[in-house]
Every structure is written in C-alpha cells, then in structure tokens.
C-alpha cells in the first residue's frame, strides 16, 4: 500500500488554502485504481496501491472564480504498457480538442471531434469490434466515454447553464476540455489487461482571437513528463 485518497484530498486542499484560495469549488475527486471509472467517484477512501493509476479531479475557488482540473499518473511513478496506451490516446483527443478552441467554434463541433477520436481509440484497443464509424453511429463508444467534452467555467465551476452548447465561441470565453475513457474491471468484453483503467485529462482553457490558452498549462501531461515528476517527488 502506498497512500490514501484521502490523504491526497487533504494534501491538495491544504495547499489550495495556506496559497490564497478561499475554499473548494466541489468536491474532489481522488479515484484510485477501478475507482476512477465511476465518474463523480468522491468517497475518496481507499488506498492507491503500487500499480494503480490514480485521478484526480480538483480545483479551487480564488477571489470568485474557479478552476477545474483532471490529472491522472502512476501511483509507483511508472505507467505499465496497457496504462500509458490508453493514456496516449485520450492525450490525443485531449490536445486535438484544445486546438479547436478557437473563435466560431463550438463546444458542440469540439464535442463531436472528441466523440470520433475515442471512438477511433476504443477500435483500435480492441475494446469494440467495429470500426469508427459504426461506434459512433450505434452509440458504442458511451459506456466508455459517458460525459461531454467540457463545460463553460467561471465564477462557478458549471459557469454559465443558459449558455447553448451551439453558440459560436468568442474571445474571451473560458471553458474547459476533458476527454476521458473509463474501461471497468466488471466490463468482460474489454481486453484483460486493460480493466480497471480510468483516465481523464481536463484543462482550463481561455480563447482568444489569436487561438486557446491553457490556463493550466504547467502541470505536467506527456507521460514522460509526469513520470519525471513523480520520480522528483520520490528522490527529491
């Protein structure tokens, strides 16, 4: 065993506050192992075992506004070669997506790119014995990747409800982007070894006129780049 999730919830708040943040925006999520298949997952009481991946889903509340963010890394620092292949993959979609955050785009539009990207991923896993086309048409991909691609985000962590998925997007607009898949241990038709894999990644993102910027840009995503991290946090 290694740490509780807890334990990383109140790590993550405590740093949030003693830096200025004023409180939580929603209750985070720190899912372990098959937990970060359930979607709004917050018990947050289990242990991150060697081997797990682990997710988490946080934010906080500084001066009125509120971020949002999903990162998901290797409990031991090292993805096994099912995990960083899954990983890779919503990564992907996740950068395709954040390129589309751009004037006269839609949430919708962005959304739909998600849709084909992780269908075309589920295929090529082996997890949906269709090609792409046929995932996206049937609905086959849902099970794996049940959420939208991202919402609006403000002075709340849902900021604006009102606001339509269809309205072109203008400078100015802060949003977020979240691909995910979520492949669960009781699912027999995915391929053994990657059950129990959940994954999200989840930036804050501002548009301008001369394209996005990713407000969360600085922590780490390409997996070479998070398991330097978390090889710092151990030796450092």
């Not at 792409?132 to 409800?161: C, E, K």
Request: hydrophobic share 35%.
């Amino acid at each position: 065993a290694y740490v509780g999730e807890n334990d990383i919830a109140s790590l993550f708040e405590y740093e949030c506050k003693t830096s200025g943040a004023q409180r939580m925006p929603y209750p985070q999520v720190v899912a372990s192992g098959n937990n970060a298949c359930t979607i709004h997952y917050s018990q947050n009481n289990a242990i991150a075992n060697d081997g797990d991946l682990l997710l988490m889903d946080a934010g906080c509340d500084y001066n009125g506004y509120v971020s949002d963010v999903t990162r998901t890394w290797p409990v031991n620092g090292k993805f096994t070669g099912p995990q960083r292949e899954v990983y890779e993959l919503v990564l992907e979609a996740h950068q395709r997506c954040i390129e589309q955050c751009v004037v006269g785009s839609t949430l919708k539009q962005i959304h739909r790119l998600s849709v084909e990207l992780l269908s075309q991923a589920v295929s090529k896993l082996g997890i949906v014995d269709a090609d792409a086309r046929n995932i996206i048409l049937q609905g086959f991909y849902r099970p794996y990747y049940p959420h939208s691609i991202g919402h609006w985000l403000g002075m709340d962590t849902h900021d604006v409800h009102h606001i339509s998925s269809t309205q072109p997007l203008e400078p100015g607009v802060v949003m977020t982007i979240e691909p995910g898949l979520y492949l669960p241990r009781h699912m027999h038709n995915i391929p053994p070894h990657y059950r129990g894999i959940g994954i999200r990644l989840e930036d804050d993102v501002v548009v301008h006129a001369t394209g996005p910027e990713v407000l969360s840009a600085e922590s780490p995503l390409v997996p070479e780049h998070v398991e330097k991290l978390m090889d710092a946090s151990v030796t450092g």
